[in-house]
């Protein structure tokens, strides 16, 4: 379809099928609204797989040095939710992805697990279409020099290693706050970090996963500020190999 060339070009790969993109832009809320047609949600779970495939066998082939622990944990940096999000924001899918009235309202199109669904159903789309060449291209070229880091900071627990950054810097213990929203089966959190005048936000299935991504950014802050810490990372990887 016309609407969506932008879109193939921002992705890498145009459709022979459009009405397979067409599928993986559709929204669970927006199909209910529109006569309760197909939405995007078997494409996401194939492309759960093909992402999970690329990025293993990427890895298995350009770290041979790495045991599976590690090659685990890198996987697991690459495929989380917050790196798919990151993502489409790069490729602008949010504006392309149907969503009803409901989710439109409260900002559908930027929210993250939306964002990470959405994409996972492109990568499941693009499989369909031409095969698994084609899909390995398309997240391999967008995930680009992500799948290329490599090292003990690439899998740092980032709790541990912001608290060894409040020491250092003669910061306040940090302090976390978080809130979950929506249903058991469909929970999603959110959580804060105050470190002083430092405050970190981050969001996940988990609380765990909450408060690392919100760990991960008052780390970022900090390191940002200072230029000797941010330079000379070893000094203060104690904590960050497991």
Excluded at 67 to 73: F, S
Excluded at 108 to 129: C, M, N, P, R, T
Excluded at 165 to 187: K, N, W
Aim: aromatic share 4%; proline share 2%.
């Amino acid at each position: 379809m016309a609407e969506h060339e932008a879109l193939e070009a921002r992705i890498g790969h145009h459709f022979a099928d459009a009405e397979l993109l067409d599928l993986a832009l559709r929204h669970r809320s927006w199909c209910s609204e529109n006569g309760a047609v197909e939405s995007n949600e078997r494409l996401e779970f194939l492309g759960d797989s093909v992402l999970g495939l690329v990025v293993t066998r990427q890895l298995f082939v350009s770290l041979p040095d790495l045991d599976e622990g590690l090659l685990a944990r890198h996987r697991a940096e690459l495929v989380n939710w917050r790196t798919l999000s990151e993502l489409a924001r790069e490729i602008e899918l949010g504006a392309s992805i149907r969503l009803g009235r409901g989710e439109i309202s409260t900002g559908g199109s930027d929210k993250s697990s939306i964002l990470a669904d959405a994409l996972e159903a492109v990568f499941g789309a693009v499989f369909l279409d031409a095969g698994l060449e084609a899909a390995t291209t398309v997240v391999l070229g967008l995930l680009g020099t992500r799948v290329s880091l490599t090292g003990a900071d690439a899998f740092s627990d980032h709790k541990s290693r912001l608290q060894e950054l409040a020491a250092a810097t003669g910061r306040s213990v940090p302090e976390y706050s978080i809130i979950g929203e929506g249903p058991d089966h469909d929970r999603w959190y959110r959580a804060e970090v105050t470190v002083g005048e430092i405050h970190g936000d981050g969001a996940g299935r988990s609380k765990k996963q909450a408060e690392q991504g919100a760990a991960q950014v008052a780390c970022q802050l900090i390191s940002g500020e200072d230029d000797t810490l941010s330079s000379s990372p070893n000094q203060l990887n104690g904590a960050d190999h497991g």
